[in-house]
């Protein structure tokens, strides 16, 4: 098994790997070119993230600067919103639902090290990471490797999410927690208690 099956089997690989430096520095050419491009060149811009991208549904938007490992495993559906400076450590897949926004200086990150010091020296992990339709993740996030993120949740600014966060709810902190359901009632309001 090559170092790179064993990166997407979620097993122990070693990360400077020739093949999988190579194909780092392939998409970091592409990053380079969508991070230097001029603000109107919107098509340059949409034809980078195709070519970055291992699949993309339409309008799928980020502003620059992104920062990837592989790019070939992320997966985005329709009406992804990336705002300013997100990363996404790809070394396994990075799954991301339909009408999905992201806000500034969020880590999408499915890259992880063994706890170990020693074992460190030796190999890294990595485990898939699945964000669901219709969820908004707040400024400064971090998502750790393994999570998943159920439809319709928000995960509050500056939250660190270490593990699964249930459909429809709003979760927030470090570690993130559930902190209540999105209910019927939050259709009346479009910030804290201001109504529509």
Same mark, same amino acid.
């Given at each position: 098994?090559?170092?790179?099956?064993?990166?997407?089997?979620?097993?122990?690989?070693?990360?400077?790997?020739?093949?999988?430096?190579?194909?780092?520095?392939?998409?970091?050419?592409?990053?380079?070119?969508?991070?230097?491009?001029?603000?109107?060149?919107?098509?340059?811009?949409?034809?980078?993230?195709?070519?970055?991208?291992?699949?993309?549904?339409?309008?799928?938007?980020?502003?620059?600067?992104?920062?990837? #490992?592989?790019?070939?495993?992320?997966?985005?559906?329709?009406?992804?919103?990336?705002?300013?400076?997100?990363? %996404?450590?790809?070394?396994?897949?990075?799954?991301?639902?339909?009408?999905?926004?992201?806000?500034?200086?969020?880590?999408?990150?499915?890259?992880?090290?063994?706890?170990?010091?020693?074992?460190?020296?030796?190999?890294?992990?990595?485990?898939?990471?699945? %964000?669901?339709? #219709?969820?908004?993740?707040?400024?400064?996030? %971090?998502?750790?490797?393994?999570?998943? %993120?159920?439809?319709?949740?928000?995960?509050?600014?500056?939250?660190?999410?270490?593990? #699964?966060?249930?459909?429809?709810?709003?979760?927030?902190?470090?570690?993130?927690?559930?902190?209540?359901?999105?209910?019927?009632? #939050?259709?009346?309001?479009?910030?804290?208690?201001?109504?529509?």
């Amino acid at each position: 098994m090559t170092e790179k099956e064993k990166m997407l089997n979620t097993l122990p690989y070693v990360g400077w790997d020739e093949e999988l430096e190579e194909e780092k520095a392939r998409v970091r050419e592409l990053v380079y070119d969508f991070n230097n491009s001029r603000p109107y060149e919107r098509e340059k811009r949409d034809e980078l993230i195709t070519r970055i991208f291992g699949s993309r549904k339409k309008n799928a938007y980020m502003e620059p600067p992104f920062h990837c #490992d592989y790019g070939y495993n992320i997966h985005v559906g329709e009406n992804f919103y990336a705002n300013f400076n997100l990363t %996404i450590l790809d070394c396994n897949r990075v799954e991301i639902g339909d009408n999905v926004l992201i806000a500034p200086n969020v880590t999408i990150s499915a890259a992880g090290h063994p706890i170990h010091p020693e074992m460190r020296t030796v190999a890294e992990y990595a485990a898939p990471v699945k %964000i669901g339709d #219709d969820v908004w993740i707040g400024a400064g996030v %971090i998502i750790n490797p393994g999570v998943t %993120i159920g439809s319709g949740s928000v995960i509050g600014s500056g939250s660190v999410v270490t593990k #699964d966060v249930p459909p429809m709810v709003v979760a927030a902190g470090n570690p993130c927690r559930v902190l209540r359901e999105i209910t019927d009632e #939050d259709k009346q309001y479009y910030f804290k208690k201001m109504k529509f």
